[in-house]
């Protein structure tokens, strides 16, 4: 009779990552080079693998159910109808060469909003089907999260759900049908991983890369191939940082590299293969500028290669994943006090550009802008992606004009500058004057040599540059931002900050909504990059605390009166009901502050009635 094992479950400890510059490889990086590749195909691979999947989801739900079939083709529909009247709004605006609304495109907006609204009622009547067919998956977890709770208060609750079996799974005949349509996906995703080529670390990184990209409802899309990417090295359970410097792992290993000029320099011997059972090394030169906790334990390490410009401007970058059972608290964290925080954007008069406020329990108010030498380095920006869009509309009209009147212009030069008046790539061009470099005939020399030739190494030598500058104001940011941090943990415990999506905040104005009124705070709000300075705070060391946004600009910090609907084009506002004025940035970390302490007291208040 075998014995009931009760499985444990795996605790997650804390974990942390270190950044690392490196240098590239000094030992196998062509073969280096070969993963990159390879990693970038396998994921590619994988990714049609899940289009293949949904395309055969669709089609097996439309022969089952043909009025879901008609719901799903009746939104394609509309949607291309609406995208149709935003595609006129666009020519109009360009045609006048403004986006102020005029009585023509606010018809047009008329008819998008009412092709919007079409568009949610089919929405909702899809997603009543959609569940009634596939299931409610959040019941799924709720019902998953009760079963790994083990609670005897939750049984009723479990037992219930397990009941309506229709609406966690959907329809039975379906979910046969599907559950077959996945088995066969799984062949071939293992029959693909097996064929792929790639060291086993990365082709977990790249079917981890898979999953995110497969987990919206949008279809995924494959990725350029090619030298950039990240290879992986997975230690099961973690290896030590001592073991790791003792060169006796065979996964990874750190030597101290023989410099005069900087003593943190280390070489890294990270793997890329095997040959046989023996491991094959690249070795690595970076900085370890920051030391590995020796408390630590490894449990990845990936070697970055990211584009910067063009490609002879890629970075080299080594990043450990370590994890530690005491956490990586910081010493110089304060352990009273407790702050709010508001992220915004406003350009101060010769002062740089406001991106935060900060008040805390111990009444400080203060405000912290970048610098205004950023402010130059983003103009100097919008200069070189000038110069390279004149030169580049230069070039490309003197190409017209030759290829308008040259008697005989090679095939496959027709082919490759086939709607060259309607290009906008500057790669594009850039990729055919390299093709022509090697398919010379006679007459091109004008065209060629002091034309389009001089254009691609002045082309090269100014994307160079803007992606030095480029690098140099983020870095330059992320070193502010990281300061401000240290400082403000050394006052305060706590930070209660906004719960806010800041990547859905870049999304562009639709066309019928865009009139250009937003074209300055777009451009201070790239600069401010709020959520980078969020995820700063949250790796700063203190008690993050999300709070709701609604009403934290509006609401005034004094009485409490929500207000002043038109307040974002002043600066200072009045509140209606108490007269008192305020600055707009102070008012919202105000209410963050006050919102934060009055959910403390509630909680305890709660505790002691409990």
């Avoid at 009547?125 to 959609?130: E, P, V």
Wanted: aromatic share 8%; with cysteine.
């Amino acid at each position: 009779m075998e014995a009931n094992v009760k499985k444990t479950k795996r605790v997650s400890l804390p974990s942390q990552r270190y950044c690392y510059g490196a240098e590239a490889p000094e030992t196998n990086l062509e073969l280096v080079f070969e993963q990159l590749r390879l990693a970038g195909e396998y994921y590619n691979r994988l990714i049609n693998l899940e289009r293949r999947r949904r395309y055969e989801v669709r089609d097996a739900t439309g022969a089952f159910a043909p009025d879901y079939a008609e719901l799903s083709q009746k939104i394609e529909q509309a949607k291309a109808a609406r995208q149709e009247l935003r595609d006129e709004i666009r020519a109009l605006n360009a045609e006048k060469r403004s986006r102020r609304p005029t009585d023509e495109s606010r018809q047009l907006a008329e008819q998008v909003r009412v092709r919007s609204e079409e568009i949610r009622d089919l929405a909702a009547r899809l997603k009543r089907r959609r569940l009634d067919l596939y299931g409610d998956p959040s019941l799924r977890k709720r019902l998953a999260a009760l079963r790994e709770k083990q609670d005897p208060d939750a049984e009723a609750e479990i037992a219930e759900l397990e009941r309506d079996q229709r609406r966690l799974h959907g329809d039975p005949e379906l979910k046969k049908i599907l559950d077959e349509l996945d088995r066969a996906h799984g062949e071939r995703v293992r029959a693909a991983r097996a064929a792929c080529g790639v060291y086993w670390g990365t082709y977990l990184l790249i079917e981890d890369d898979v999953k995110r990209a497969a987990g919206g409802p949008r279809m995924p899309r494959c990725r350029p191939v090619g030298r950039f990417g990240r290879l992986g090295v997975q230690t099961q359970r973690g290896i030590s940082v001592a073991r790791a410097y003792s060169g006796e792992d065979t996964r990874i290993q750190i030597a101290a590299a023989e410099s005069t000029v900087r003593r943190d320099k280390a070489v890294v011997r990270f793997r890329i293969g095997s040959t046989g059972r023996d491991p094959v090394f690249a070795e690595v030169p970076c900085w370890i500028d920051r030391p590995l906790p020796f408390d630590a334990a490894i449990k990845w390490v990936t070697l970055h290669r990211v584009p910067r410009g063009l490609d002879v401007n890629a970075a080299w970058e080594l990043q450990f994943t370590v994890s530690s059972a005491a956490g990586f608290s910081k010493d110089d964290v304060s352990e009273t006090g407790s702050c709010g925080i508001d992220i915004n954007w406003r350009r101060a008069n010769n002062s740089g550009l406001c991106v935060v406020c900060v008040v805390g329990t111990d009444g400080a108010e203060d405000y912290y802008s970048l610098p205004e030498r950023l402010l130059g380095a983003v103009g100097k920006l919008a200069e070189l992606d000038s110069r390279m869009d004149l030169e580049f509309n230069q070039a490309r009209v003197s190409l017209l004009e030759f290829l308008g009147e040259f008697p005989k212009v090679p095939e496959w030069l027709a082919q490759c500058t086939d709607h060259l008046g309607q290009w906008r790539s500057h790669q594009r061009l850039e990729l055919v004057v390299r093709s022509w470099r090697d398919q010379r005939f006679a007459g091109d020399e004008h065209i060629f040599g002091d034309v389009l030739w001089l254009w691609r190494g002045h082309w090269i030598h100014l994307c160079r540059e803007f992606a030095g500058v480029r690098h140099n104001v983020t870095a330059h940011r992320l070193d502010i931002y990281r300061k401000w941090a240290a400082e403000w943990r050394r006052r305060y415990a706590r930070v209660f900050i906004e719960d806010c999506n800041w990547k859905k905040l870049q999304d562009k104005r639709p066309a019928e909504d865009d009139d250009g009124s937003d074209a300055a705070a777009r451009r201070w709000r790239t600069l401010a990059a709020p959520g980078t300075l969020a995820g700063v705070i949250r790796n700063s060391g203190m008690a993050v605390v999300e709070r709701p946004s609604e009403d934290t600009t509006r609401k005034c910090h004094f009485c409490g009166v929500v207000g002043n609907p038109d307040a974002a084009e002043h600066l200072i506002v009045e509140c209606a009901d108490c007269g008192r004025s305020y600055n707009q940035q102070g008012r919202a970390a105000w209410n963050l502050l006050n919102d934060g302490l009055a959910g403390d007291l509630a909680t305890e208040s709660a505790e002691v009635l409990a």
